[in-house]
């Protein structure tokens, strides 16, 4: 018959679960059980004392002539065994100090609560309010968070040998998993999938649910899953509550037109005809027989100037057969401020985003166009998204969830992929309570978690860029020796003065003695985006890029609009003419040092 083996044994990491420890601690416990000189020593309640100077034997006696002479042995014999069990423990625990296990143990509960507390789940009575910290991970199965939950109640139950007590009594026995808390685990776990799931079960099931438990069920639930998930999102229809300002509206075939206050048009009624007492009142004045050729023209004229204070509210009533050509000019409205919604640079990878935050969407939506190319992973969404008129419906591609950063913030984004979208990356209020961020738009402020104060434009600019500043900024390594694998990217702090720039020029730094024309520049020449002062250089070559310490990187300046006024001058300047100077016709002599302050052997 063949020996029996244990699996292999391996070592904790740094990063464990409570499923991951539970399996190495069985594992570690089978493999040494093995061993018949460490079954004593593994029996529930065995204790032994720290080894110190004064105590070498750790409390062990030698066994007494009621002992067989096979199994009889010595303290010092068992304190050999002892500390071979010991560190074959330690071997396979290194996050542990090895002297905590070999010499200041005392029991195998002992160690085992210590790895427990080393990793953050011992068994306390505060531990078991984590539950509170348990959700769907994004690329989570359900499945997967219902394992979790059932590890971490399990891991909660009372046991005789845990030091915890229930209203003063210590247990008398190893506490199961009851009906009623199998109950609770599976309705966390519908909560956590989705907040009005465990609604939908209730009205689903509610058939079974008069005769069997919640947790007898819950088969049938995870078939039935993702259709149950499907109807809650086709459900939520979420709402953008976003309104976009092209400019100055022009009115070409009418002026604009405040509602009237009431349902029907005003009845045509000539105040002249009514006032005299003529029969024939129904018409309007501009078209009355009786109206002086001077009044009518005014009336009908093409160009009128109203002139209506902001608070008032006029009402027009037009015929279409009596104006068909009396109103041809533009009428401009300008009365209403108009400030561009508050916005971040926020970097996903190497790419810049202007993120747009909007306190009156219900969601987050990111353009399809920008998600592709950041290549942002996009998975299948069922949920829909209208405008803020509750008919005008956006088409959504999936969905996303992604990381973006801000200096040293790191912000968590959870967004519906959409075709058409005015802005890049719509923020709205999930994306601000789930990162703690607050806007201040009459001091132009965006405030976040850290109370980090960042300022924005609310002027809007769409002119393209140039260089402008003859002086450039070298930007040089500021690490040690640091590699550059191609589609990667290195982060630089930029200097003071152009921390606050929003467009900057990026150009490559070329040594004078390489010949350019056979080496690529890296970087090529680009206006990106500094984020929080910081700018972050993609290598887009195929060659590893090594830098050294104060390694010259590459050049920025700082641009101004191409159409600038100030970039350009009113009269053109023009040069004079350079005076005709003759060319010598034998090559000039050149002295070197005439002064002769070189050694002889240089000049020579």
Known sequence: ????????????????????????RQNLVYTLSLDANFATFLIDGCTWGKKTRNTPLRGFENDGDDVRAPQRRTAQQKVTQLELLLGQIANYCPVIARNSIVKNSTSLNGIWQDIRAHFGFQSTGSHFIDIVDITLGPQERPEDLFQRLT???????????????HHGQAPTEDEDMTPSLENLVVLMWLQLIHKDLPRLVKQRYATELRSRTLASIKPEISQALDSLLDELKQADETRVL?????????????PPTCKPSHDSPSPKICPICQQVGRKVVDHYLSMCPFLPEPDRKFLSGKTRNVAVPDDTCVSYDYDSDDLHDAVEDTVQTCRVQVHLSPYLLVYYSQHVIQLTLDSGAETNMLRRSVAVKIGAPIQHSSQSATQADGLSSLHVSGETHIELSHGSQVFKLDALVVDNLDVDLLAGVPFMSRNDISIRPAKQQIILRDDTIVTYNAVKSQRPFQRNSPQAHVLRATRGTTSVWPGEFIDIELPA???????????PHMPTDINKSSVRPWPSPHITSPVAGHVRITNDTSEVKTLQRNDHICRVRNT???????????????CPPLPDVPLPTQPCSVSIDPDKLLPEHIRS
Request: aromatic letters at 8%.
């Open 242 to 254: 976003r309104a976009g300002y092209t400019g100055i509206r022009k009115y070409r075939s009418r």
């Open 151 to 165: 590890a971490f109640i399990d891991d909660n139950l009372l046991t005789i040998e845990g030091q915890l007590t």
């Open 560 to 574: 101004v609009a191409s159409h600038d006024p100030s970039m350009c001058s009113s009269t053109p300047t023009v």
């Open 1 to 24: 018959m063949a020996a029996v083996r244990a699996p292999k044994q391996w070592c904790l990491t740094k990063q464990e679960s409570v499923t991951s420890y539970e399996n190495w």
């Open 497 to 507: 003065t152009l921390k606050d720039d929003r467009f900057i020029a990026v150009e």
